[in-house]
């Protein structure tokens, strides 16, 4: 792109010094000198244009790599949080069960016990009874509240995992948007090269025309009878 331009301005400086023509708001320029520039502006426009696509393929492709990852990461967080979810209940229902186990089998030693000591006397039946009753409840809440303990643990992390979702979520968000306004950006600048180099087109082919037009009329002059010569061309009509 920046040939294009030292083209543009090259022409420009060409048509500022030209030599202007008497009588007229026309000037002359060196024609093999406008072509040749003209043709390096055409050159140039078709190679920056396959440059400036290759910058927007290459954004293309980043912008699907940074979609990928962030779609990776968040299904990765939500596995992360069902795993420790599963894990925390697994745990407290093995707590519960070991519980529930142990406090079953302090009831069948208990009941073992007293119907030994049953020839020792009643009360201390029952009281043993009672004991073992209230053993076997206070493990069996202390197994329920283990149990609580964990899911509200795998709840929290879960949370904590959900949190961590949301500000890739957001961080996705504000990709998406910076992208968006990247694609506004390159539009717009591809929108203003395209109208700079089509007013500048535009001027010269009107400049072009201008001074072959001012050729022609010449040249239509110069081959006009003289009305001193008896109607033909001498050689002081074509220097005048």
Do not use: W
Request: with cysteine.
């Amino acid at each position: 792109m920046y040939r294009v331009f030292e083209a543009l301005d090259e022409l420009v400086t060409i048509v500022e010094e030209a030599r202007g023509v008497p009588m007229t708001s026309s000037c002359v320029v060196p024609r093999g000198d406008m072509l040749e520039l003209l043709d390096d502006v055409r050159d140039a426009l078709p190679g920056e244009v396959d440059d400036a696509q290759d910058v927007l393929d290459k954004r293309d492709d980043l912008i699907g790599k940074a979609r990928t990852e962030a779609d990776s990461t968040v299904n990765g967080a939500n596995a992360q949080a069902e795993q420790t979810i599963s894990d925390a209940q697994a745990e407290a229902e093995r707590i519960l069960a070991d519980a529930q186990a142990r406090a079953d089998q302090m009831m069948a030693d208990a009941h073992n016990e007293a119907e030994r000591m049953v020839a020792g006397g009643q009360a201390e039946y029952q009281n043993l009874t009672e004991r073992s009753r209230a053993e076997s409840e206070r493990m069996i809440q202390a197994g329920r509240d283990a149990y609580d303990r964990a899911i509200d643990d795998g709840r929290n992390e879960q949370a904590r995992l959900v949190a961590q979702t949301e500000v890739v979520q957001a961080a996705h968000a504000e990709s998406a948007r910076i992208v968006d306004e990247a694609h506004g950006e390159a539009d717009r600048q591809r929108a203003d090269c395209d109208a700079y180099v089509d007013g500048k087109l535009a001027e010269f082919s009107e400049l072009l025309a201008t001074t072959l037009r001012t050729v022609d009329s010449g040249r239509n002059h110069l081959r006009a009878p003289s009305p001193m010569s008896g109607g033909r061309t001498t050689l002081y009509d074509y220097q005048a």
